[in-house]
């Protein structure tokens, strides 16, 4: 196995042996069963919301579990299926499953679906569980061979009949499988990519909070190109840099306007709107945007315009000045705007292109950033020309911002003002 010497890989599945006997006790839990897989496998942390979801589906396949007409027994059958399912998740997740197939169940149920119908538990399940995992590799036929594909015998009790399994006549419907397995493609592993969010963006951060669903990176291509187009392994839009709106605007809330860089490499969902830097605009021009898009005065003109929700409609009549390096406050700018955007490797191909060494440059003490944002607003709102009155009135439209923050915005606008007083 991957990075695993066969001594090491049969020790830490001898320590995952989970017997029939603890389940019919009622322990461990699922829950508890995912925990020790996947410190013993060693395999990529998941989300508390796998766990949680999980742990529902208990209730939800508990339905599709037919032939079994003691209630008691029909509810422990269901914790038994998908102790196994997980068991095998983690298994695959680590590519200790049919030479490194991480999508092995998946695969495994398409192919089933593909020969007819409800076959998966009837059929592939029967031969993975009672005739691979539980059957030594040379005892096996041929046809189970065929039909699983290269799984390692494991002596465990998790995968021996037992007297439901042979007192009852089971069926499972390919629905109840397609639920769980979705459940396990929207967690992080190789080829997948994170969703993004709205809720996962802020002013200048891609770190508001972790993402909760994870994509298979072909999947989310063909998706992106649609039926008309060919995979040519050509760059797509979420190979790139890209400025993300928060879709959700509401002219309530502390700020409408509230826009993040969005690395690359990671797929968007419907709640953040996305510009492109390829298709659109350079490195350069969406730092300064973006600058532009968080600021007092921008807000203030977007929020006279949408209650709950922006588009593109409200975001193309934004007035952005369109600004060039060798205009005043450019370079300013954009020099102040990538230490906050730039904080973290997947942001260092872009502090290059705009100036910096690296995100090393960036600046995460929230002090600092605070002082970088009121220069921002401070400068800008000099380059809308406006005075200090006027701008002094924007910043009270903006009742729930702390008040310490408007003044410290109001104050750079006021040196700035010295400065152009200076000059």
């Avoid at 919301?49 to 037919?66: N, R, W």
């Avoid at 009837?122 to 040379?138: I, N, R, V």
């Avoid at 309530?252 to 690359?264: F, Q």
């Amino acid at each position: 196995m991957k990075g695993q010497p066969g001594g090491l890989f049969l020790s830490k599945l001898g320590s995952l042996v989970i017997e029939i006997a603890e389940l019919e006790s009622g322990e461990p839990t699922v829950i508890e069963i995912a925990h020790k897989l996947q410190k013993a496998l060693d395999v990529e942390p998941v989300t508390k919301k796998f766990y949680k979801e999980f742990q529902e589906q208990h209730q939800q396949f508990l339905q599709f579990v037919k032939g079994i007409s003691n209630e008691t027994d029909r509810r422990w059958y269901t914790s038994v299926i998908l102790n196994r399912l997980m068991f095998v998740y983690f298994l695959q997740r680590k590519g200790f499953i049919d030479n490194q197939n991480l999508d092995y169940l998946q695969n495994k149920l398409e192919q089933s679906q593909q020969k007819g119908e409800d076959l998966f538990y009837d059929e592939f399940l029967q031969a993975l569980f009672f005739e691979s995992f539980a059957k030594p590799e040379t005892d096996r036929d041929l046809s189970v061979q065929n039909l699983v594909g290269k799984v390692k015998y494991l002596n465990g009790g998790l995968f021996l009949q037992h007297r439901i399994e042979k007192d009852y006549k089971i069926s499972i419907a390919d629905e109840a499988f397609e639920q769980v397995l979705n459940l396990f493609k929207q967690q992080p592993g190789k080829g997948r990519l994170p969703l993004y969010e709205g809720k996962m963006i802020h002013r200048f951060t891609h770190l508001y909070a972790e993402p909760k669903y994870w994509v298979d990176e072909q999947e989310g291509r063909k998706a992106l190109l649609g039926r008309n187009q060919s995979d040519n392994a050509q760059k797509l839009d979420y190979q790139n840099y890209r400025l993300g709106f928060r879709a959700i605007a509401r002219n309530t809330d502390a700020r409408t306007l509230i826009v993040g860089a969005v690395p690359k490499n990671v797929f968007c969902g419907n709640s953040i709107l996305v510009f492109s830097e390829v298709t659109h605009i350079s490195s350069v021009e969406m730092v300064f945007t973006q600058a532009i898009f968080n600021s007092f005065v921008l807000d203030f003109y977007a929020r006279q315009m949408v209650s709950a929700n922006i588009n593109m409609f409200y975001i193309y009549q934004l007035p952005v000045p369109r600004l060039t390096k060798s205009d005043r406050y450019f370079n300013d700018i954009v020099q102040r705007a990538a230490k906050l955007i730039c904080t973290t490797p997947e942001f260092d191909e872009l502090a290059q292109e705009v100036g910096l060494v690296s995100h090393e440059q960036g600046v995460t003490n929230e002090t600092e950033r605070a002082q970088l944002r009121a220069e921002l607003d401070g400068m800008i709102a000099h380059l809308y020309g406006l005075t200090e009155e006027e701008f002094s009135y924007i910043l009270t439209t903006f009742p729930i911002v702390p008040e310490s923050v408007k003044q410290a915005a109001l104050e750079a606008y006021r040196i700035f003002a010295l400065q152009l007083t200076n000059v």
